[in-house]
C-alpha cells in the first residue's frame, strides 16, 4: 500500500483570490457566505458593489483574501468607468480568479464579452455557477461545457452562495491552490475596510433596498463624522448625495418618512456590525455631477477617469 503523502502541517498558505462576474451574478453574496459574515453589501439591483472590497477567512492553514469587484458591463457614465476598470485591475493583482455566472441568465453577451477578455489573463482561472436553486441540472452542465468552450478553465463549481449550497467545497479547495506564505491579516481580521465606509455602505444599501428605478446610481453616501461618546454610544453622521433636487425629496420622502425608515434600517445594521448603540444622523445634500467630482471617487475608493 502507498504511503499517503506526509502532510505539510506547519506551512502556511495565503493568497489573494478575486471573483468577477457581470452585475448581479452574486459575488458579494458570495463572499459574505465564504467569509462567514457580511463584508459586502448585497442588493437585487445591479451595480451594487462600486470599489473593491476585501473579505478574509482562514481554512485549515490557509488565508483566503477574497477581492469582491465591481460587475463587469460596457460602461456608459464615469462613474461605470471607474468601477470597471477597478474590476479588472483586482483580478489582475489576484494569484487566482474566480468567474461568477449567474447560472439562469447564463452565456449572455455580457458574460462572452467578460470571458473574451479573460481569456488572456495571467491568473489561474476557475469558473463558478451560481444560482444553482434557480437551474434544472442539464441546463448547468450544458452551460459549463459553453463556458469551457470558450476559455479553458481549471475547475468548475456550482453552487447557490444565498443557500450556502458548495460553498464549503469551493473554500477547502481554494485552500489548497494558495500560494505557500505567510498570512497578510491577523487571524481574527475579517475584513480590511475602515468602519466609517463600511457604515456608509450599509446606509448605501438601505438606500438600494428602498428606493426604485435609478435613483441608487445617482446616489452616494459618505460618513463625514463619527464620535464615540462617554457612555459607549457612537454618534454618526453620513451625507447622502444626490444629483437633483427631485431626487432629494424622493430620498426624503413624504413627510421625511423614506430617510427616517432608511435611517432606522441602517443605524439598527451598524450596530450590530460595531457593536456598539448607535445614534446616526443622516443629511441628504444635492450636488450635481457628483458623478464627476475626484473627491466623490476618492470616498468611493475608486480612481478618477480621465476623459
Ligand atoms: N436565488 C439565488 N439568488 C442569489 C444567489 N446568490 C445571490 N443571489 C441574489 O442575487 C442578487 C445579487 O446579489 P449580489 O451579491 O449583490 O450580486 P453582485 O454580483 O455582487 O452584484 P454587483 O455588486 O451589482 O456586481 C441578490 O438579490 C442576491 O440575493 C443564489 O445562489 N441564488
Ligand atoms: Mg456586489
Redesign the pocket.
Known sequence: MAEPEAPATDETRCGFIA?I????????????ALVGTKV???????????ALVRGIAIEGRSQLVFI?????FAPRRRLDRAMVTTAWAGAHDADLVGV?I?A?RGLDEEVAALLERLADARPARFIIL?????VAKPALLALAQAANDRVPFETTFM?????N?GVADLRRWLATRVPAGPWHYPEDQVSDAPLRQLAAEITREKLYLRLHQELPYHSTVETVAWKELKDGSVRIEQTIYVERESQRKIVLGKGGQTIKAIGSDARREIAAAIEAKVHLILFVKVRENWGDDPERYREIGLEFPGD
Not at 462576474?21 to 459574505?32: D, Q, V
Not at 459586502?40 to 462600486?50: G, N
Not at 451560481?130 to 434557480?134: E, G, M, S, V
Not at 453552487?159 to 443557500?163: D, E, G, K
Open positions: 471573483l462576474g457581470a452585475p448581479n451574478a452574486g459575488k458579494s453574496t458570495l463572499i459574505n459586502s453589501i448585497v442588493s437585487h439591483k445591479v451595480q451594487t458593489t462600486r469582491d469587484t465591481p460587475g463587469i461568477l449567474d439562469r451560481n444560482k444553482i436553486d434557480l453552487i447557490s452562495a444565498l443557500r449550497d
